[in-house]
């Protein structure tokens, strides 16, 4: 995978997105070129036309990745990758609309853009196509060599056919001692002559450490041999950081959190930030303001009552505050003490159920992020109660409040609503990740493909 700005993006994803790219680009070239002569006019210099060329990439390539085209699940899957792209290609039209109007010095004739959509449509369905068959093949996965037997080593196998992941296939396991017995046919290392000459018989392009007892017990001096011949050698914790973007708490411990590199921010980084947020929340607000009138007045008369629900939630380092949402369930909705939303729950009211499902719900924290209190991404806040209950239960849940939380987020992007403390301990394993790996890339990366959360609400309760 590559790591850019601290961020894991799988080689495969980027390769495809260059790929269309180019493949974009061309199909405008050639619908211009074939307009032109469609109506015998000479057509211009391609010089000319550079920056329709790439306003009609990037917005397509935007719109695409906010629609989740660039995930692995997705990418497998050619009838959903069918109807995404012809969702993708209609939002292009409408934000190309208002490019060409905001620039009218910018144009692409209708015609033109009606000719580039289909050369568009029909090149990126076939590379997709060619991609889906393909990117599973054993010849195109990392060759990976397991150091343990044990339970690490097993949830290896696990995470081997996981959609998340690029892709990688565990060659062989080597037992590190006589306790690890979670794989059966794992090789004895005792039984291994030489580490780099096993390595490069195997063809193997990483070794991860599994190990659940490393001290003492690992061949320091073998491992070296192989990192100087070429073989990366990686530890459990910062392989499933890489492949899953998630810090696994099974095997996290303090000197990985204390020499892993990431949690870099000082005063630069928290100024970015700040500016970032203040301006992307005085976009929303500006654009959502007919959302947030109609929706007042549909609560009003349907639901009466107040329109905003105010509640106090834990946020940076701990300190409390009083998040501002649109309320979605009856007035007398915990009349029986604080409870997690579940499935179907009675106390979500009609509207509320839409404005959840649609998640108009949460545009009211904008004002906390211009406040101060939330950033536009972060860990979503709790509530005091079940924060000190789930520091108890879970380990390093309170290192999620090192930063602000957040109206969305990295754990929303890839994990469903939580209602139970299980739930919370496998969002803190997305939650951890964004604390570690953060910046304004990532952060925008989120904000894009949260519109896939919007349209496609799995998990909203």
């Known amino acids: 995978m590559f790591r850019v700005f601290r961020h894991y993006i799988p080689k495969s994803l980027l390769l495809l997105g260059v790929i269309e790219a180019i493949l974009l680009g061309a199909s405008l070239v050639g619908a211009l070129y074939l307009r032109y002569w469609m109506i015998e006019i000479e057509a211009p210099h391609l010089s000319r036309q550079i920056p329709e060329i790439c306003f009609f990439i990037i917005i397509n390539l935007v719109v695409m990745l906010a629609l989740g085209l660039y995930q692995r699940g997705t990418c497998l899957e050619l009838k959903v990758v069918t109807g995404r792209l012809l969702v993708s290609f ?34 990126i369905l076939i590379v997709r196509a ?5 990117s599973d093949h054993t010849r195109f996965k990392r060759r990976v060599l397991v150091l343990g037997a044990g339970s690490r080593a097993k949830s290896m196998l696990s995470l081997q056919s996981n959609d998340i992941s690029e892709g990688y296939l565990c060659v062989a396991f080597l037992r590190m001692n006589k306790d690890e017995n979670a794989i059966a046919d794992a090789y004895d290392f005792q039984d291994i002559v030489s580490l780099v000459d096993y390595a490069r018989e195997l063809g193997i392009d990483e070794i991860v450490i599994a190990t659940e007892e490393r001290r003492g017990k690992l061949p320091v001096k073998d491992l070296l041999t192989c990192r100087l011949s070429g073989v990366s050698v990686l530890d459990y914790s910062t392989f499933v950081e ?21 949690f870099i921010g000082g005063n630069i980084d928290h100024a970015l930030k700040r500016s970032f947020d203040v301006i992307v929340s005085v976009i929303i607000v500006t ?23 105010r509640q106090q939630r834990i946020g940076l380092h701990g300190k409390p505050f009083n998040i501002i949402k649109f309320r979605s369930m009856s007035v007398d909705a915990e009349r029986g003490g604080p409870q997690w939303a579940g499935q179907n729950d009675p106390r979500i009211t009609p509207v509320g159920r839409i404005i959840r499902a649609t998640r108009i719900d949460e545009i009211p924290q904008v004002l906390n992020v211009l406040k101060g209190d939330m950033s536009f991404v972060g860990p979503r806040p709790e509530r005091g109660v079940f924060v000190d209950a789930l520091t108890e239960e879970i380990p390093y849940y309170s290192e999620r409040h090192q930063v602000k939380p957040g109206i969305t987020g990295w754990a929303q992007l890839n994990y469903p609503y939580g209602a139970s403390a299980e739930d919370a301990r496998k969002k803190l394993q997305y939650d951890l990740y964004y604390v570690k790996n953060y910046s304004i890339f990532l952060d925008l990366l989120i904000i894009i493909q949260t519109v896939r959360v919007v349209l496609w609400p799995h998990g909203v309760r």
């Open 90 to 123: 209609a939002l292009s039209f409408v934000l190309m609309s208002v490019v060409f109007y905001a620039y009218p010095t910018i144009q692409i004739w209708r015609s033109v853009f009606l000719i580039a959509v289909q050369f568009s449509f029909v090149a």
């Open 130 to 134: 060619i991609y889906s068959g393909y």
């Open 242 to 262: 890489r492949e899953t973007g998630q810090v696994d708490l099974g095997s996290l411990n303090p000197s990985w959190l204390i020499f892993s590199d990431g």
């Open 287 to 309: 654009f959502s303001a007919p959302i947030l009138a109609i929706t007042a007045v549909v609560m009003l008369v349907i639901d009466p009552g107040p329109i905003f629900y």
